[in-house]
Each structure stands twice: as structure tokens, then as C-alpha cells.
């Protein structure tokens, strides 16, 4: 399926069961965001625990989803890594399962350069015929993407967008002012996403919509459609969802978060940890104010 990269996306959670994916519920959450009306998926990303899944795992879940989604939404697949190589390889094997798209993180660790971190999406652009969204999080990468780095990427036509996670919209000005204004841009932090959309993003690739896939949507259908109000309405309604949700490393808390709901194991893999105690007490608080089935 073609990638249009607007709107609502979700980063899904990853499901285990036995140690293993849990193949039933990834088709339960697919079919539950897809019914909510939701506009594309991402598998695999920071949200689908990419980190401590091995390779062989990684691609199965990119291809579960890809299988349950049928078609009816695009779905990204994280393809990001700290080795070019490895980065490239995923976006290979990304390709042959039949994603829409790669969602390739700046390489977090090893801190390159400027010129390094053009160097490296150029390769990854040039070796694999398959659409891409640089994803910014400097908090995580511990290095930030600027704009004249994302700017000398434009020249190849396969770079899809960028997903920003950062504190002030003056970065997806800045953004926009170099690489054009309809250049597409995603919120990666959803307490921000309607304030990047007041200067010119086009939706949010979301966590908390893992949970609120139809809140989080109308939240950006309405902003898109010049109902400024009524997205200003639905994210105060949204926002303290949102700081519960991310009140401790995600995906601890969304996972968490799932199985209150009893959507599937909220099973994390070492060193991610579920929220306990006073912690999962005011996530469960959060989620029952806002109208969610909480069990127990």
C-alpha cells in the first residue's frame, strides 16, 4: 500500500506471549486501530520495543502486522539502527515483507557528525527502493538531526518525511523553512502534536493511541479540517492521558496500559520494566477518568 504520511499513526506495541510474539493479539490490536479509523501503522518502532527484539523477530512482527493490517492502512516498519549496514538490512528486509515505508532513527550512541548523519541516510537511501521517515529524538539518540542535514537528503526522492520528537515547534519551522512547506512532518511526542500542527505538521505517529486510537485521530482530523477548537477540546481531554502514559519510560506504561484493558500480556523484555505501585495506581486512575474499561 502506498505511504501518505498524514494524519494518525500508531506506533504499535509489540505483544509476547511464552517469551515469544504473540501472534493472535498482534491481529486483535491490528484489526481494533484499524476499525478505530486510524491512518497508517508503524511496527517496530521505539513504542514496539525494537531494541530487544532479535533480527528474525523484528521482521516477523513488521510482517504480522503487515499481514492483519490487509491492506486496509500502510504500515512503516522501524528500520533504524547505529550501523548503516544494519540500518540498510532492515530496510531490505522491510521491503521483501511488503511495508509501505522505513522509519530509520538518527544512530543513537555513537553520536556521528553532521556530515556523518547525512552520509548515513544517503546510503540507506540510495541502497533500498523503499520510502523513508527520519526519525529525530535527540533525547534518546543523544544527537540531533538539524535542518540543513535533513535539507541536503530532499535531492533523493525517496525521503517520505520526517517524525520530530522535540521540545519547541521552532524546530519544525525551521525544518519546513529549509526543505519547503509541504514537506510532510509528524509529531513524535503526542502532548505535542497539536501545537507542531498550528505551525505546519501534518499528524503525529502516536503511542497513546494505542490505547485512544479514535480520540487521537479526531484530535488531528479536526486541527486538519479548520476546527481549531474542537482539537484544542479533544487534546486537554487527551493531555493528562498523555503525561500518565509517559510519566516512565515508554513502552513500560502503554504496555502496562493494554493489559488493563485486557488486550493482551503487557509483557516488556529486560531492561524495560511495567510501572508498579503508586505508578501504575495513577495510570490506572488516568485511564479510568478518561472513560476506559480498566479490569480489576
Known sequence: MALALRGTYTALITPFKDGGLDREAVRRLVDRQVDAGIDGLVAVGTTGESPT?????HIEMVRLVIEAARGRVPVLAGTGANSTHEAIE????????????????????NKPTPAGLRRHFEA?????????????????????LDAETLAALRASPRLAGLKQSADSPDHVGRFLEL???????????DSLTLPFMAVGAV??????????????GDMVRAFAGGRPAEALALHRRLFPLVKAVFAETN??????AAGL??????????????????ALESLSRAMRAFGLPVQG
Open 179 to 189: 526543505c519547503g512547506p509541504d514537506f510532510p512532518i509528524m509529531s513524535g511526542d
Open 261 to 278: 484493558l485486557g488486550w493482551c500480556d503487557p509483557a516488556v523484555r529486560l531492561p524495560l520494566a511495567l510501572p508498579e505501585g503508586k
Open 90 to 109: 532492515l530496510a531490505r528486509a522491510a521491503k521483501g515483507v511488503g511495508a509501505a515505508g522505513g522509519l530509520s532513527v538518527v544512530p543513537y550512541y
Open 124 to 144: 540507506i537511501l540510495a541502497a533500498v527502493d523503499l520510502p523513508l521517515v527520519v526519525y529525530n529524538i535527540p533525547g534518546r539518540t543523544g544527537v540531533a
Open 53 to 57: 527484539l532479535a533480527m528474525d523477530e
Open 251 to 256: 513502552p513500560g506504561p502503554i504496555k502496562a
Open 203 to 216: 499528524g503525529v505517529i502516536s503511542t497513546v493511541s494505542n490505547i485512544v486510537p479514535r480520540e487521537m
